[in-house]
């Protein structure tokens, strides 16, 4: 089982960035896919980006909305997923959850996904 604790949420201004880590307990972390997923007042909770499990190659993978200013990594040693988010934007605004998920393919559908953080609130401001 894996417990996922984030931080690094908060207020900033758009075009600015921040940092989100999604530390994880347990000792098999790195078997773990990692994913972000976010959800605004009022809307679906959506995917962000993911990692791919393992200790070799990773793979990664992106809303397209977030593509070339998100950037997703994981640090096996230190049983952490990040998000560095760059030039946010108001519509970025929503609580960022961090989930862990045992299958070897890496998804973007929650329901895959099962273990899950207690999110992290992001606003940004115009």
């Known amino acids: 089982q894996v417990q996922l604790v984030e931080s690094g949420g908060g207020l900033v201004q758009a075009g600015g960035s921040l940092i989100l880590s999604c530390v994880a307990s347990?000792?098999?972390?790195?078997?773990?896919?990692m994913g972000w997923f976010r959800q605004a007042p009022g809307k679906e909770r959506e995917f962000v980006a993911g990692?791919?499990?393992?200790?070799?190659?990773?793979?990664?993978n992106y809303r397209d909305s977030v593509k070339g200013r998100f950037t997703i990594s994981r640090d096996n040693v230190k049983k952490t997923v990040t998000l560095q988010m760059n030039s946010l934007k108001p519509e970025d605004t929503a609580v960022y959850y961090c989930?862990?998920?045992?299958?070897?393919?890496?998804?973007?559908?929650?329901?895959?996904?099962?273990?899950w953080g207690q999110g992290t609130q992001v606003t940004v401001s115009s």
């Open positions: 990692i791919t499990r393992g200790t070799g190659t990773l793979y990664s």
């Open positions: 989930a862990a998920d045992e299958s070897a393919v890496l998804h973007a559908t929650q329901s895959h996904y099962d273990y």
């Open positions: 347990g000792r098999t972390f790195s078997s773990y896919a």
